[in-house]
């Protein structure tokens, strides 16, 4: 492909072109950050709080790595029976 000419820009042109942008960027919201600046209120620093949804995914990734069991066997077993018999009393385990 051939190479077409670039007329050469300005230095001033190009730093409030720069500035523009910057200004921009920094009125839209910001995704994909974990963490959202929260004021402070009477001189005492609040803690960061996260944006929605990113602890509820930290969770999510910390049980789906995991292999240990959230309930106790001998309750979801009983559970399990429980709700059998609820479709169909005839059900033997």
């Given amino acids: 492909m051939a190479r077409t000419k670039t007329f050469a820009r300005h230095a001033s042109q190009h730093a409030k072109l720069n500035e523009a942008a910057a200004a921009k960027r920094a009125a839209l919201p910001s995704f994909g950050r974990g963490l959202v600046a929260v004021k402070s209120v009477g001189g005492v620093k609040r803690p960061c709080r996260y944006a929605p949804g990113v602890v509820a995914l930290r ?17 979801f077993q009983r559970m399990v029976k429980n709700i059998a018999q609820g479709f169909k009393p005839d059900v033997r385990f």
């Avoid at 969770?59 to 309750?75: A, D, F, H, K, V």
Wanted: hydrophobic content about 30%; cysteine-free; glycine content about 0%.
């Fill in 59 to 75: 969770e999510i990734r910390q049980y789906q790595s995991s292999t240990e069991l959230l309930m106790n066997p001998t309750l």
